[in-house]
């Protein structure tokens, strides 16, 4: 069982643009028939859709022969380009990924991907993988004007189709990180022994280390910032074959007496004169790949916070996790939490507290992004989150800040993500709006007619609260937070815990 993690940035390359967001609905990107449709503007429906790779990305992909040498068991394989594999054998289109490049990592040509870190139950072979990272190691594919030659995979027949086997360097990054994953049960949606989620501490590069390999810059946000993407990946391995040392040599074929070492739910024989048992084996998911995609996000160059005391501080990141649900609609996913909901930090620290959120889960017939279903408060499909201060983790209800004059927003400098200050009750209502407001004085400006309220669960506030707050909580203490919508007294808990020291 490994994991890895990835990102990609928004990158000027040669002959094709990348462009990376979130998609303004959930419709997937139409598939490009011809280079010319992966050129900007070609296929304008894809405004609106979700892009982490380019539409070149993917047209390459569904023009370039897939890997014969792979092993597919007894599966067919119901094309012959690389968007088809074992686990996709009916080259079915997730987004504008490369179904081969998904199922199989480190890919064999270049890709866009950078790799951060490979996380295994057995990091003494993961080794073997990093060495082959595209960071670190220059990687070829056939390069030519025709389909013909772009469809090749090898030397030989690239040239032979009037292309060119072509070295591309690899990213100049260190290579990914190589660690033990931490234990879970199985199950149990990544909990570990603790009963925290299993998580990774990644060190974002510098905006100097970026701009150094090509990234596009945006000024809009008072600095410096680069969009990127990033990827998570769960692969889940079996010992019930050989996955170092298996090609396609062990495929099922009757006609040469090849019999695969996995079959399609076979019936086997445990002695005993019984009649066979039956084992659940799908063997296009016999050792697979499960891939889930975050947000896109920005890395921003850090700025000068106004009247702060040290420049130099570290900054955490809080945030949320989850969706809306109830914990069975939920799976394979969770009920919201904060991220994290129990640490420590100095009264030298920041706290960067951010949150993503949609307005257009789909739990509705057929399960959607999840099972069946949408429980929550507010309005359906929509994420919301606020945070607020209680003063005891075991009750429900946040302190009125009119009434206790002394808490964690009174106890704090703040600031915009540019680095300009907020006072604390500003800060305040900005956090418990979600955004709505952006200053304790606009709740009387806004407030002014029913149009403009704000909706008491949040429905018409945005379901991002986009650049987020920086906190320098200057009081010791142990600080108790909720979010008042997702906080269902029953059954569902969105709290958290800030030990200041």
Request: with cysteine.
């Amino acid at each position: 069982m490994r994991h890895s993690l990835h990102w990609r940035q928004h990158l000027h390359r040669r002959r094709q643009t990348v462009r990376l967001w979130d998609g303004g609905n959930t419709n997937t990107p139409t598939a490009p028939s011809s280079f010319a449709d992966t050129l900007p503007g070609a296929l304008p429906q894809n405004l609106l859709r979700g892009h982490h790779e380019s539409e070149a990305w993917y047209w390459e992909c569904s023009n370039r022969f897939r890997n014969w040498w792979l092993f597919h068991a007894d599966q067919g394989m119901g094309g012959d380009d690389a968007t088809h594999t074992r686990q996709n054998n009916n080259g079915n289109q997730h987004g504008l990924e490369c179904p081969e490049e998904r199922d199989y990592w480190p890919y064999w040509t270049p890709t866009p991907w950078k790799d951060v870190a490979y996380l295994s139950s057995f990091p003494s072979m993961c080794k073997k993988l990093t060495d082959e990272s595209f960071n670190v190691k220059a990687k070829w594919k056939c390069v030519g004007g025709t389909v013909a030659a772009i469809q090749q995979i090898d030397k030989q027949n690239c040239q032979k189709n009037g292309g060119t086997w072509t070295q591309f360097q690899p990213f100049g990054l260190p290579a990914p990180d190589c660690g033990q994953v931490g234990w879970s049960r199985v199950n149990h949606l990544g909990n570990g022994r603790d009963g925290q989620a299993l998580s990774y501490n990644w060190t974002l590069p510098t905006i100097a280390t970026l701009q150094a390999t090509g990234v596009k810059m945006y000024g809009s946000l008072g600095a410096y910032a680069a969009k990127c993407v990033a990827r998570l990946r769960y692969n889940l391995s079996t010992d019930d074959y050989d996955p170092w040392n298996i090609d396609n040599s062990m495929d099922d074929n009757q006609y040469h007496g090849v019999v695969s070492p996995v079959q399609q739910n076979p019936t086997i024989d445990v002695g005993a004169d019984l009649n066979g048992l039956r084992l659940a084996i799908n063997t296009a998911q016999f050792g697979r790949t499960f891939q889930d995609r975050s947000h896109v996000f920005y890395i921003i160059q850090r700025p000068t916070f106004t009247g702060a005391p040290s420049q130099t501080s570290k900054i955490y990141n809080l945030g949320v996790r989850g969706k809306r649900c109830n914990i069975v609609q939920c799976y394979p996913a969770v009920e919201y939490d904060f991220i994290p909901n129990f640490f420590t930090i100095s009264t030298s620290d920041m706290l960067h507290i951010q949150w993503t959120g949609s307005n257009t889960h789909n739990n509705g017939n057929n399960g959607g992004d999840g099972q069946t279903g949408d429980a929550g408060q507010g309005t359906e499909g929509t994420d919301r989150h606020n945070f607020v201060q209680m003063l005891d983790p075991a009750s429900n209800y946040p302190i009125p800040l009119d009434k206790f004059t002394t808490n964690i927003f009174s106890s704090s400098q703040c600031w915009h993500p540019d680095g300009s200050a907020i006072a604390w009750l500003d800060c305040a209502v900005i956090l418990a709006s979600s955004g709505y407001y952006r200053s304790a004085a606009q709740v009387n400006t806004l407030g002014a007619s029913a149009t403009t309220y704000m909706d008491p669960l949040l429905n018409n506030a945005p379901a991002s609260l986009i650049g987020g707050v920086v906190m320098q909580i200057n009081t010791p203490g142990t600080y108790y937070y909720a979010c008042t919508r997702n906080n269902a007294f029953s059954n569902r808990s969105q709290k958290g815990v800030l030990i200041v020291q």
